[in-house]
């Protein structure tokens, strides 16, 4: 007898998901030659998932849809920004500034 899908490694499985909070969404049968439920999807957020479905797939495996409720984080701009006024700007003093830094550095 294996003990690859189920058995000991199935128990090891679960410990592992409880131990870093881990729910399991997906629990119908993805190979029914076999009645096996060998495609899950976990998530560490419950309402993550939305919606879960198993289709026909393209081999011995059905294929699982899920549908996610996810956002980026949005995170307000804690640093101010420079905004540069190029019409303002001096292109001269920059020119001589770059021309002197040529012949500093080259």
């Known amino acids: 007898m294996s003990r690859t899908c189920g058995g000991v490694n199935a128990r090891k499985r679960v410990a592992i998901k409880d131990h870093v909070s881990l729910t399991q969404h997906q629990r119908e049968i ?6 096996a439920v060998l495609d899950l999807v976990f998530s560490t957020n419950p309402n993550l998932v939305s919606r879960i479905e198993v289709v026909p797939g393209m081999n011995d495996h059905l294929a699982i849809l899920t549908t996610l409720d996810v956002r ?26 770059m021309v002197s830094y040529a012949a500093i550095c080259f």
Do not use: L, M, W
């Open 30 to 35: 993805t190979r029914p030659s076999s009645h």
């Open 72 to 97: 980026p984080k949005q995170h307000p701009n804690k640093h101010s920004h420079i905004v540069c006024k190029y019409n303002t700007a001096n292109f001269e003093g920059i020119k001589a500034d």
